[in-house]
């Protein structure tokens, strides 16, 4: 009997008011796999990457979660899954400290009251596992830098073992050492069998990790690539539309193919 | 009165760290990392406290010195009754600042609860409790009204808010009758709220006491607890200063008003409202929740808060303290009249909840601000009064005071804006 798949989307469509963002996407994630999703800005990644953590829920299309088919309309059914986020804008609390933003929403408490020192007991265990460092993680999220809060929204996405990571632009604002220590994060988090889902518009993180490379161009597939075999030059041309890649992966109607 | 721990001590965060260096070392180490916690929350534009401690000292002062008899125990204990009220409802109004919001409807709530346990109580003769039951209900349904129409529907709280202005109002004075005022009998349970007095000597520099050895109490099991998970924490030191600074305010106060005619029940009731609302904001899920919130709602959602619950719940809350504020207004005037729904109850709260340091802009704020606020503005209101100042005087000032305090809040917000963004 063959594995489920982690994550199956069919058919994934979403629409703002005067942008059709995803038409009929299709993605495959399976556990112990890193799928990066590539594209030119706009092509509708970070809504995908929405549609999957319940935060923008999809108009049209089908999820399914190990086989079955599920409904993510709230992020709590997302979390529920096991799926954690990066967000490309992080979604963090600037008034709240480091552990504050940690453990929102999955507070621990004691008969009703917060347990602060257990909460921090836990974040600071946990920088230490992923050797991250925070100066100080009693203060205010809004007075670290970019890339510290960044670190921050990684660390948080890590809290509760997730079997499913979306990762928008993780690297984005990180630095040389932090970026190579992330990468080494994922390369673990799927060896414990885990799926990562990583976008990312560097060539050479992507090489390194990922093992296939899902393309969006203009809100639709675009081809999916093994990255260990695939040529870069393909791929780059598969992002900017130099090729158009669809018809190999799924039937294109006639107008919409390539021009 | 915490607002927030300083921790900038990563230096000595070796559990025992402080006994085993010696003294002069120890010292110097704790002040460099007091000058780097306090340079850190200068930048970041957040002083707590101390701003309208600050205020508060000048205003007594000033008004001391012009007279003798701004800070006698009589005028002192009229002050600490005359706060209950607006400070009930400014409790209310920290929370609704606190996600971002505002509730201008607090002023008419306080006077409809007033109007409709008089109208329940007096004209219908049904029992106290249960008309003040009923007068509570009413505060909370009203606030949960506001705080549906605008989580769920998305309308402005501020419009919600202004209709419910106007519309308790309505009701209020529709219940109040042509008269426009119903008066209470005296020696009953709300009038009682702002008549009684504790005067026993054992009680009341008990309660003083026991509360000071609960805040011990409370930081050294919180050392404790620190220190066996290896994690930094507060000296004895600091413990021992914090708590004599408790104890000289409480025994101080205990001792002030004693002289006169005892510790006021309202004031009790008005401190156990702060500290209980004040646990809760700082040490429940949900208080957590109502911080997020105002410091980004997106956020929030995303992290798996249910927005709209913690949305209607503040206002459902700022609606029930209105109601009881307003029952302390009525029991002061011992009759539900027009009063609190003139505006200068919603103002004042407002004001206040802003002098103290909250932030109109969501997210940093603590509910003793909402006592600290209504000090000032009564104080500045009751030694106008001493001095004979018209009433007009007296709004000028106040209004100089907020004022300063949003210009402080603005530029705080500023500073912590530009202060770590990369
Ligand atoms: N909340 C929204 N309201 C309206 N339009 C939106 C919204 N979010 C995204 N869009 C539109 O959807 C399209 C896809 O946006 P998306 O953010 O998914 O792109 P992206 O691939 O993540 O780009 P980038 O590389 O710049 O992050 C864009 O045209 C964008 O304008
Ligand atoms: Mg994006």
Redesign the pocket.
């Known amino acids: 009997m063959p594995v489920q798949p982690l994550l199956v989307l069919r058919g994934v469509s979403k629409r ?2 005067a ?1 059709q ?1 995803l038409v009929d996407v299709e993605l495959e994630i399976r556990a112990g796999e890193v799928v990066a999703l590539m ?10 990457v929405k549609v999957i953590s319940g935060v ?1 829920p999809a108009d049209r299309g089908v999820i399914e979660w190990q086989g079955s088919a599920v409904q993510i309309k709230r992020p709590q059914d997302a979390q529920v899954l096991g799926i954690a986020t990066v967000y ?1 804008d992080l979604a963090m609390c600037g008034n709240l400290d480091v552990v504050g933003n940690l453990f929102l929403g999955r507070e621990i408490h004691r008969l009703g009251i917060l347990d602060e020192v257990e909460m921090e007991r836990r974040t600071r265990e946990l920088l230490h596992t992923l050797s991250i460092r925070i100066p100080d993680v009693r203060v205010p999220l809004a007075t670290l830098s970019g890339g510290q809060r960044q670190v921050v929204a990684i660390t948080r996405s890590f809290l509760s073992a997730p079997r499913l990571l979306l990762l ?2 993780p690297t984005a604002s990180l630095g040389i050492e932090q970026t190579s220590q992330l990468l080494d994060l994922i390369e673990q988090l799927r060896d414990q069998g885990a799926g990562v889902l990583l ?1 990312s ?1 560097n060539m050479g993180d992507i090489k390194a990790v990922a093992d296939r490379v899902a393309v ?1 161009r203009l ?1 639709r597939n675009n081809g999916v690539f093994d990255v260990n075999t695939t040529a870069q030059e393909q791929i780059i041309s598969s992002i900017t539309g130099a090729a158009d890649n669809a018809a190999g992966h799924r039937p294109t109607r006639p107008e919409e193919a390539w021009p | 009165m915490r607002w927030r721990e300083t921790r900038a001590r990563a230096a000595d965060a070796a559990p025992g760290a402080g006994r085993r260096r010696d003294g002069r070392r120890w010292y110097a180490g704790r002040l460099r990392a007091y000058a780097v916690a306090v340079r850190r929350r200068l930048h970041e534009g957040d002083l707590g406290p101390v701003p309208p401690l600050l205020a508060l000292a000048v205003t007594w002062i000033v008004f001391q010195s012009l007279n003798d008899n701004f800070l006698s125990p009589r005028n002192l204990s009229v002050l600490s009754v005359d706060i209950v009220g607006t400070g009930m409802i400014a409790v209310g109004i920290v929370f609704v600042l606190l996600i971002g919001e505002i509730d201008l409807s607090v002023g008419s709530l306080a006077g409809l609860a007033g109007a409709v346990f008089a109208a329940l109580n007096v004209n219908l003769g049904m029992p106290e409790w249960l008309a003040v039951i009923i007068a509570v209900n009413c505060g909370a349904a009203a606030g949960a009204i506001h705080g549906f129409f605008f989580a769920k529907i998305g309308v402005p709280s501020f419009v919600v808010t202004l209709a419910g202005l106007l519309a308790w109002n309505g009701l209020m004075l529709y219940l109040l009758g042509p008269e426009s005022s119903i008066n209470f009998s005296e020696d009953e349970l709300v009038t009682t709220l702002t008549s009684r007095y504790f005067s026993a000597a054992v009680a009341i520099y008990g309660l003083a006491a026991l509360g000071t050895a609960a805040y011990l109490f409370v930081s050294y099991h919180d050392r404790r607890r620190r220190g066996a998970a290896g994690m930094p924490y507060r000296p004895v030191r600091e413990i021992w200063a914090r708590t004599a600074l408790v104890a000289v305010v409480a025994f101080a106060t205990v001792y002030v008003l004693g002289r006169f005619e005892g510790l006021p029940l309202a004031l009790l009731i008005f401190l156990g409202v702060i500290i209980a609302s004040d646990l809760f904001l700082r040490r429940t899920p949900y208080g957590r929740q109502v911080l997020a919130l105002g410091g980004g709602v997106e956020a929030a959602r995303r992290a798996g808060v249910d927005v709209a619950r913690v949305r209607i719940s503040v206002f459902l809350g700022s609606g029930t303290l209105a109601a009881v504020g307003g029952l302390f207004v009525a029991s002061r005037l011992t009759s539900a009249t027009q009063v609190p729904g003139s505006g200068m109850l919603l103002i004042n709260a407002i004001a206040a909840a802003v002098i103290g340091g909250t932030s109109l802009f969501g997210g940093r704020g603590s509910t003793w601000s909402a006592l600290l606020g209504v000090l000032i503005i009564q104080s500045i209101a009751s030694g106008m009064a001493l001095l004979g100042v018209e009433p007009a005087v007296q709004f000028m000032i106040t209004g100089g005071v907020l004022l300063t305090a949003v210009v402080f809040d603005t530029l705080a917000r500023r500073a912590a804006e530009s202060g770590g963004r990369s």
């Open positions: 703002f008011a942008v963002a594209g030119d800005n706009a092509a509708g990644k970070s809504t995908l923008g490309q928008d632009e976008i518009h969006l809100g």
